[in-house]
């Protein structure tokens, strides 16, 4: 099943059967809460922020297992130019009943401007002993060696800069085309 969440005004999913299960969606603003009901369920969630301009995003987000066995992936990737701001905060909880549960956090932000701000926390809230978790979150700007690299193959420095947002940003897009992952 794959869901296009950018335009819901819905706050809570919740994910009752097995098989895997995609959400997707661009620029959402808000605190949407992921809860997994089921056994064998396998949830990835995809967010992407292009921030341009004086643009500011919010964004808190839930993974909550309720029961054993099941996944969840999370992959958020921001752009941010100019004076755009994201503040994000993730958080996972898995309830002691939920025994052999994997789940992931991931908040990859790329900064192209000086002025761009990004403020990531993200959290586990673990219960039960035996599940494997991992959260992560980080900030960087192009990398000038690659950038350096692109320019001294004769492409211009825009379209360089724009070949490094393209290849960070694919992974996402990916997804949202094929309705995959």
Known sequence: MFKNITEDNQTKYTIKESGKHIFYFENKSG??????ESEKAKVFIFGLYQGKEKNKFNLKTNQHHKYPNSESHLLIKT???????FDYEGKIRIERK???TQASLKNQ???ISDNAK????PQLEILPNEVKCSHSATVSDLNKAQLY???SRGVSESDAKNLLIQGFIEEILKVKETKNC
């Open 109 to 111: 932000n790329l900064i």
């Open 149 to 151: 690299f692109l320019m």
């Open 98 to 100: 939920a025994q052999k």
């Open 31 to 36: 605190e949407i809460t992921f809860s997994i």
């Open 118 to 121: 990004v403020s990531t926390l």
């Open 79 to 85: 752009v941010l130019d100019n004076e755009s701001q």
